[in-house]
């Protein structure tokens, strides 16, 4: 959940966020934001998986 300034500081960045190439995320605030934000909504990784393959038969 955002705090009332997260959201302040939001809004008062929108008209022009798109503006620059990397969208503030060369910033590490702005990058930290992002990562909390969607880390908190993304499922988690898989831990790995499995590959198999059958051999031809000779």
């Known amino acids: 959940m955002s705090t009332a300034e997260e ?7 929108a008209d022009t966020f798109d503006e620059p190439a990397d969208h503030g995320l060369r910033d590490p605030g702005v990058r930290a934001a992002w990562r909390r934000l969607l880390l908190d909504r993304l499922p988690a990784a898989p831990r790995g998986s499995l590959t198999s393959a059958a051999a031809p038969a000779p």
């Open 7 to 13: 959201i302040e500081a939001w809004d008062a960045e």
